[in-house]
């Protein structure tokens, strides 16, 4: 239920901002029309990674796709579904070569919070004042005006099969016209992004000549707030940890031995607590080391329009960290944050007792300045220098007995973060790019305050990405009713157009 309710908040968030026609005099609107019904032929596939399966069907439409528009493709396999790699234009050694990423897979689907009864069946909706989303038929998207802020619900609608039928349409039109691309063209597809994309950095060392490329672009993900043209150059990366406080060997009975018996769940609330301060600064030394920021950077975070106040209001928050000055120098900064805690019981299954243990997960976001490793280890130096016995395993009954503090610490996944400079080529070549489209300046994000799971590709490939968000911020990624603005869908095509025939300096 909460991820319903969740889901109509979203529905509701920034609507004002998103008031914008599509422009039905540019030269790809009549097939972007027309691919509408392309993009729901897809949707339609089943795309939960959990189920190979439906993986192999989707993977089969995209590979046909390719055919029929003259790619050569190769299936890199891994150990559980393979990914997709499509060359098109892509044999000219005097010329750049271009790697366009998308992932086809998407979250799992509980029907049940769904408002359409078959969440892969893509439906159209518009909205209604007093009434919501009302559903509409089909059809409408062939009528000769078609309304901006009508929406698909879908899953994948926005996340991420639109972006790749934008890119086939924009393609298409392209060619149809006798034009190609002014430099090498490949395109790889990903179909386990939603668990992480697992296999991808492998396949990378595997396939890595095959995947030799100048430049990434990745398209997903959503644009700004205020759904102007976005650019993103970076992304943080994540890596967590799981603390277990020890106590008694069993939980005992608070009357017998309160004051007597050290509490885990106190001992772990005040470990905690000397990790930051009332700001929601960390304290742990070193922890922020090597994030400075020039007049230049400060520059390019203070232009991003961000209205904190607006923020606050949605957030229901009534103060921020003080960790940065805004939103946007606020994710220039690794953060360490408690994710969930556990001990004993609660609500209606509450006990006398004192418990046995007392465990914290954290996730910590990770920026360029500051790798993984060293952020672990200045974690665990920490909880080290507050007198606890530290262990990657569960402690001996010697071990408890000699040791008044004794945690468990596991860190269990990572990867980096990546940042592209906003000045560098690849840089330069997309902002102009949309600037040229669009006629203004668009909205460049230095890092992305969440973390993708395709950077350890980037970093095996060796090459500078930046990514390119197309769909609206009220979409409902991840979340039931999924949805995609059909204004998005056209800018989007437009978006593509630009890039395929923009040439690189």
Not at 443 to 461: A, E
Request: charged content about 25%; hydrophobic content about 35%.
């Amino acid at each position: 239920m909460k991820n319903f309710i969740l889901c109509i908040v979203l529905l509701g968030f920034g609507q004002s901002t998103l008031a914008q026609s599509i422009d039905t005099k540019h030269i790809t609107y009549p097939i972007a029309k027309k691919s509408l019904h392309q993009l729901k032929e897809l949707l339609a596939i089943p795309n939960d990674a959990n189920f190979p399966e439906d993986i192999e069907r989707n993977l089969s439409w995209v590979d046909s796709v390719f055919h029929d528009m003259g790619f050569r493709t190769q299936r890199l396999e891994t150990e559980t579904v393979p990914l997709l790699l499509a060359n098109y234009n892509s044999n000219n050694p005097t010329k750049k070569t271009v790697l366009f990423y998308f992932h086809i897979d998407g979250q799992p689907v509980d029907p049940q919070f769904w408002f359409q009864d078959n969440p892969y069946e893509a439906t159209l909706k518009k909205e209604v004042e007093g009434e919501g989303w009302i559903d509409m038929d089909w059809s409408n998207v062939n009528s000769e005006v078609i309304d901006s802020d009508w929406r698909i619900f879908a899953r994948s609608s926005s996340d991420d099969k639109s972006p790749f039928v934008m890119f086939l349409t924009a393609l298409k039109e392209q060619r149809d016209r006798g034009v190609f691309p002014d430099y090498n063209l490949k395109v790889i597809l990903d179909f386990e992004e939603e668990k992480g994309s697992p296999r991808l950095a492998g396949a990378v060392e595997k396939y890595k000549s095959a995947l030799e490329s100048d430049m990434l672009l990745i398209f997903d993900g959503p644009k700004h707030i205020s759904n102007q043209p976005t650019i993103t150059y970076g992304a943080r990366g994540i890596t967590t940890v799981t603390i277990k406080v020890y106590g008694p060997t069993f939980p005992l009975h608070s009357g017998h031995y309160g004051n007597y018996a050290p509490n885990p769940a106190l001992r772990l609330a005040q470990l905690l607590t000397t990790m930051k301060d009332d700001d929601g600064r960390v304290t742990i030394s070193g922890f922020y080391d090597g994030i400075e920021f020039d007049e230049k950077t400060k520059a390019i975070l203070a232009n991003v329009p961000d209205n904190e106040n607006e923020f606050r209001v949605k957030l229901g928050i009534g103060n921020t960290d003080k960790v940065g000055s805004n939103y946007q120098e606020s994710i220039q900064y690794p953060s360490l944050n408690i994710r969930g805690m556990g001990s004993g019981w609660i609500g209606s299954e509450a006990r006398t007792i004192v418990p046995a243990t007392a465990t914290a997960e954290i996730d910590i976001r990770l920026v360029v300045e500051s790798p993984p490793q060293r952020q672990i280890g200045l974690v665990k130096n920490h909880i080290l220098d507050q007198g606890y016995l530290v262990l990657d395993r569960k402690p001996t009954s010697k071990e408890r007995f000699d040791n008044p503090k004794i945690c468990q610490f596991i860190n269990n996944r990572a990867y980096e973060a990546f940042r592209t400079e906003i000045d560098s080529p690849l840089g330069v070549w997309a902002y102009e790019t949309i600037k040229e489209e669009f006629g203004g300046e668009p909205i460049r994000v230095r890092t992305l305050g969440g973390s993708v799971p395709i950077s350890p590709f980037i970093q095996s490939l060796n090459v500078p990405a930046v990514i390119i968000p197309l769909v609206n911020s009220d979409n409902n990624q991840h979340s039931p009713n999924e949805n995609l603005r059909i204004g998005n869908y056209f800018d989007g095509v437009k978006t593509f157009y630009a890039f395929l025939n923009s040439t690189i300096q």
